[in-house]
């Protein structure tokens, strides 16, 4: 017998067995909601993290660029 049968055919228990069925799923649904929103948010903090590694990153070629400039100027 499935829930739906069973709340017919035993009335108020059988259906309070489907309403509880249905909170289960709403609340299953929700806590996937809240894991995909931690999700997003931690993909966004890695986008940011990396972002900021590839300015060093670009950053640090620049200052050697510069310094191998320098050392040229002065005749090293």
Known sequence: MDGLTG??????SGASG???QNGQIGSLLGD??????A??????????LKNDLDFN???????GKAGDNAKSLVGQ
Do not use: C, P, R, Y
């Not at 996937?32 to 929103?37: C, I, N, P, Q, T």
């Open 7 to 12: 709340g017919i055919s035993n009335g108020i």
């Open 18 to 20: 489907l309403a509880a």
């Open 32 to 37: 996937l909601s809240a894991s995909d929103e």
């Open 39 to 48: 999700q997003k948010g931690m993909n966004n903090k890695i986008t940011q």
């Open 57 to 63: 990153v670009a950053l640090n070629k620049f200052i």
